[in-house]
């Protein structure tokens, strides 16, 4: 028996996922959209933290509207397009912006940045202190899979 439990504890060790690892398969974040939809604001947007490990965290979100202009001062996003479609406007300046919370400012738009437009499969990455928006045309929609990374 002990010859048994020798040689089989380290393949149970070596089979253990280690800490604060996830797999999110594609079926699983494509079928987010519905799960989202009943949880939108008024602003048209349902999000769901998916985990959260030290400086980074992990949410899925859905859009069926525009976004207000953000700013973070110490968080860099990336974006990995699900569905559907968005322009994300990035850079220049938000006119109006007020602090919503520490180190985040939104306001209502962006003037001068940079038009972009999302489609799935596509990948972003906004650094902190950059002006960003999202913007969804009528009757479209958009979910992406979101990473969040602190300085």
């Known amino acids: 028996m002990k010859r048994i439990v020798t040689v089989l504890f380290p393949l149970l ?9 996830v797999h999110w398969t594609s ?14 604001t008024e602003m048209k947007i349902g999000t769901e933290q998916l ?3 030290g400086n980074h965290m992990a949410s ?3 859009r069926e509207g525009d976004g207000e202009a ?22 220049g300046e938000v006119p109006g912006a007020k602090t919503t919370a520490p180190n985040e400012m939104r306001g ?8 972009r437009k999302l489609l799935p499969g596509d990948v972003v990455h906004i650094p902190a202190k950059t002006p960003h ?16 990374v602190s300085k």
């Open 70 to 91: 953000e700013v973070h001062a110490e968080v860099a996003d990336f974006f990995f397009v699900q569905t559907g479609e968005a322009t994300l406007v990035v850079g």
């Open 51 to 53: 985990g959260s490990w």
């Open 108 to 115: 209502p738009k962006i003037t001068g940045g940079e038009h």
């Open 60 to 62: 899925i979100s859905h």
């Open 13 to 21: 060790l070596c089979g253990a996922e280690p800490a604060g690892f």
């Open 27 to 40: 079926k699983d974040l494509k079928g987010y959209e519905q799960k989202l939809k009943p949880k939108m």
């Open 133 to 148: 928006q999202l913007l969804i045309e009528k009757r479209k929609q958009f979910t992406y899979f979101v990473i969040k």
